[in-house]
């Protein structure tokens, strides 16, 4: 037996026809606390947020907090890279200091050091030249010749000399096309709040020493960790000052179609931005940050609002077309409409709210506020819009407002109402052919898309290394500023030896000082995986495989690189090691503490931790080698070690989260689909009686999945932290076209007599057709706006969020084809056998009224 859930919906409806005013007094009191929660909303960008709780990412968290980077856009340094035709000459040195020695003179700057190549020749020149200004006086009196015999002499004493040099640096003629200097800041850690609101301290002070190296001329370059911020903050509000006004003009453009009134118009504009207003809001108070997956979320709830819209509005049309008026018509468009946007509303927030399954904390944060915009959307387009409505059109009657056409969307007489029958054509002639056909082509679909790619990588939330021309053609404000982080990045890897992509680390922790933890980490690089970059070796009694060795870099190397040329310091290594293999397994401490005396201490410093209980060891690995086999390789190696060793570096921690974003679109598609058949099964059997009206409302929509992933693999679109949430995100809109053609159907079937219609509404096809030509209609106005509202996206500076908008697009417009073609047919069957008749009418042939034999 069907819930009694009439009570509920009379109470609305009496609040929103017989008194509009408090209602949407309410309304605006509530915008108004939403709106200053609204301007606490921060902002917080890259992929730390996606890795967080991610092992791999803790541990290489632990490795850049515990040992010395050759450089990186760390907390407190700032990267100069200078590059010219030869940033070693006299020239190239001589701009370097100068640009030192200005910094040095800017207290606000909080420079407590500064480490470059210039200043490491200098000082070679010069042991004595400890300033930036004495430095450059000592390039500037040296001649050329002098300046190249000490680059030669700095590369062959200074180990970290070369690893701030390009990688086409030649000692021999003192060449090298770039350089990096480091610049390190004394910057007070943040506060809690300002962590909160994302505020990093280095960004005015690296954007203050853009302008100091400015003025001194050449190409330096400032980079780092406040420019990174920067930047990501700028593009986030760059896309969201190209993408919403895009949907919004897209928007109000088909709005004009569908409503064809100014003050319907405007009422409707009023509505979107009230939605907007109370999501942000419930943002800022609940100090979720906005993100890089989080952009789409706006165009995502202007089109479902504008969709609410025009379903509301084109209802309450019919009605008053038909000659009720204003309280009645709008009375009866609720009476059917509330239900549908509760099922639409919650089925949307079953498939959003999938995404809480996720180990990554944006894509639950996007479940999240994705869910509680849904909600509120449907507040103000369900209650708000309505009551809003009646105030309007009692004002037409009492003043003069200038009224257009009231007239709906798709009436049964026009070319459109014709057009969308399609579907009710093949369901009178062969529904269950088609439905096999249909089934057939879905299960092929499905078993396509398993091939589907997954993927994660810094540059998927990078902002492009060149701006779209299209992007660039745009008027001010809306041009999008030029952005150098990925330039840099992009830089620093072609030209560094930075191991970024081509390496991985394993960090080991343990007892370090124990005699055998150097000769573990020798053992453990015997042998290596295919991945791996491997050298020969005549090690012997350790070495195995045949003479193959892992090419590594750990604390052994550093001490065999100083027993190379430091005859004392062998002696001590000989003294300690037991199997003369050239590895010390005995008091390591007085080793280490020979180690770090020496000039190989900022190097030693990169592979041991200070307190000597932990070790990174990395190790190269083939640059077109597969991240999945090289991730399985690295732990395989990890596994090696006889202390506690976790693989990570880039290449781990974005396969890992790789990982998890595949299982994060399985698991939420599953939830989803299970979440929402449940609820569907559970909410039509109390509503209408009919249980298994909630599995012929999922129908469409395993069509649409099947039919979206297929289309994924077939051009190319991988599942990444972005698209990983179109699957779960299909059901939750999609699900809004087959439930408004479901719940009229069963309206239509065996509602209240409507004159003219009363004998045929106990006909399947007669319902069909009065169903598809007046929610069709709506149905039709809707997918346009939220196609385009969210295919917007595209216009997007993130290519991901660009892919992110075509495919939600797409799953919209599947989901309208296959409401519209698929549906029909499923429901037509359904009668047959489950309705109040068997449809013997419709089993025998006979004509729906407006037919055509």
């Keep these: 037996m069907a819930l009694d859930y009439q009570r509920v919906i009379d109470w609305l409806d009496d609040r929103i026809v017989n008194r509009p005013g ?12 939403f709106a200053v929660g609204a301007m606490q909303v921060s902002t917080e960008s890259g992929t730390e947020s996606f890795a967080e709780d991610v092992p791999e990412q803790t541990a290489l968290e632990a490795v850049n907090r515990e040992f010395e980077p050759p450089f990186g856009p760390d907390a407190t340094t700032t990267q100069l890279i200078q590059t010219g035709e030869n940033v070693l000459s006299k020239r190239g040195l001589t701009r370097m200091l100068a640009i030192q020695e200005r910094l040095a003179e800017r207290e606000d700057l909080r420079i407590t050091g500064v480490t470059s190549p210039a200043s490491v020749v200098a000082r070679t020149l010069n042991p004595d030249a400890t300033t930036a200004e004495q430095q450059l006086r000592a390039v500037e009196r040296a001649s050329p010749n002098r300046i190249e015999i000490a680059v030669r002499a700095a590369a062959l004493d200074d180990p970290s000399f070369r690893t701030l040099l390009s990688e086409d640096f030649n000692s021999e003629s003192a060449r090298a096309t770039a350089s990096i ?45 406040g420019i990174v911020a920067a930047e990501f903050g700028t593009v986030i509000g760059d896309t969201l000052i190209v993408v919403v006004p895009a949907a919004a003009i897209l928007i109000v453009v088909f709005l004009v179609v569908a409503y064809r009134d100014l003050a319907d118009l405007l009422l409707g504009i009023v509505a979107l931005a009230m939605a907007l207003v109370w999501t942000f809001g419930f943002m800022g108070f609940a100090g979720i940050p906005f993100n890089q997956i989080l952009i789409a979320v706006p165009p995502l709830l202007l089109a479902v609002g504008i969709d609410f819209g025009i379903h509301a509005v084109n209802r309450y049309r019919e009605e008053r077309v038909e000659g009720y008026g204003v309280a009645d018509s709008m009375r009866t468009a609720t009476d059917q409409l509330l239900v549908a946007f509760f099922v639409v509303t919650t089925t949307s927030v079953i498939g959003f ?115 779209p021309e299209y992007l660039r053609a745009l008027p001010e404000p809306f041009r999008p500023s030029e952005y150098t982080v990925t330039r840099d990045i992009n830089f620093l890897e072609a030209n560094f030896e930075t191991g970024e992509s081509e390496e991985v680390v394993v960090f080991v922790e343990g007892p370090m000082i124990r005699d055998t933890a150097l000769e573990a980490i020798h053992r453990a690089g015997a042998d290596p995986p295919d991945t791996f970059v491997t050298e020969r070796t005549t090690d012997a009694p350790l070495d195995t495989g045949g003479g193959r060795r892992a090419s590594e870099r750990s604390i052994v190397t550093v001490v065999r690189s100083l027993a190379a040329t430091d005859p004392e310091f ?70 090696r ?32 689909l ?63 076209y087959s439930v408004h053609v479901v719940y009229r159907f069963t309206d239509e079937l065996g509602g209240a007599a409507t004159p003219g ?36 996206l595209v216009l997007a500076v993130f290519p991901a969020i660009g892919q992110f908008g075509l495919l939600t697009a797409l799953s919209v417009v599947y989901s309208y ?14 009668a047959r056998f489950t309705g109040p008749k068997a449809s013997a009418d419709a089993a025998d042939g006979a004509v729906a009224p407006g037919d055509v034999e």
Excluded: C
Excluded at 184 to 213: F, K, W, Y
């Design 181 to 225: 200097a480091l610049v390190e800041h004394a910057v007070p850690e943040l506060a809690s709040d300002e962590e909160a609101a994302g505020t990093n301290p280095l960004t005015s002070i690296q954007r203050e020493m853009q302008s100091v190296t400015a003025s001194v001329g050449g190409d330096v370059r400032v980079f780092g960790a």
């Design 22 to 33: 408090s209602v949407v007094a309410v309304f605006l009191v509530v915008s108004a606390v």
């Design 641 to 672: 070690y006889r202390y506690e060793a976790t693989a990570t570096g880039d290449i781990v921690v974005f396969q890992a989260v790789s990982d998890l974003i595949f299982e994060s679109a399985v698991v939420s598609l599953a939830v989803a």
């Design 353 to 467: 709210a999938s995404n809480f399954t996720s180990q990554l904390l944006p894509i639950r944060d996007f479940g999240l506020v994705a869910s509680v915009g849904i909600v509120f959307t449907a507040l103000v387009f369900g209650v708000f819009l309505p009551a809003a409505k009646v105030l309007l059109d009692y004002a037409r009657e009492r003043y003069p407002i200038p009224t257009f056409s009231q007239t709906p969307l798709g009436a049964e007489e026009s070319s459109l109402g014709r057009a969308l029958t399609g579907g009710v054509g093949i369901a009178r002639r062969a529904p269950l052919v088609f439905l096999l056909l249909t089934a057939a082509l879905t299960a092929g679909a499905a078993g396509y898309a398993t091939g589907v790619d997954t993927s994660f990588s810094q540059e998927q939330l990078l902002p492009p290394e060149e701006t």
């Design 570 to 639: 062998a002696r001590l290594v000989a003294r300690n090691d037991r199997d003369g293999n050239g590895i010390p397994d005995d008091d390591l401490d007085a080793v280490y503490d020979a180690l770090f005396d020496s000039e190989y201490a900022a190097l030693a410093g990169q592979y041991l931790a200070a307190d000597r209980r932990s070790a990174r060891v990395v190790y190269a690995v083939e640059g077109d080698a597969d991240p999945a086999e090289v991730t399985e390789d690295a732990r395989a190696v990890a596994d």
């Design 817 to 830: 084809v296959a409401s519209l073609v698929v549906l029909p047919s499923v429901l037509v069957v359904w």
């Design 674 to 736: 299970v979440g929402t058949a449940v609820f569907l099964v559970f909410v039509y059997w109390l509503l209408v009686g009919r249980p298994s009206l909630g599995v012929v409302n999922l129908v469409p929509i395993v069509v649409t999945v099947a039919a979206l992933a297929a289309t994924m693999r077939y051009v190319g679109i991988s599942l990444n932290a972005f698209t990983a949430t179109v699957l779960a995100i299909t059901i939750g809109l999609g699900i809004d």
């Design 757 to 792: 219609r009363t004998d045929e509404r106990d006909d399947a096809l007669a319902a069909l057709r009065w169903t598809i030509t007046g929610t069709g209609g709506a149905l039709t106005g809707s997918v346009l706006t939220t196609v385009f509202g969210i295919g917007v």
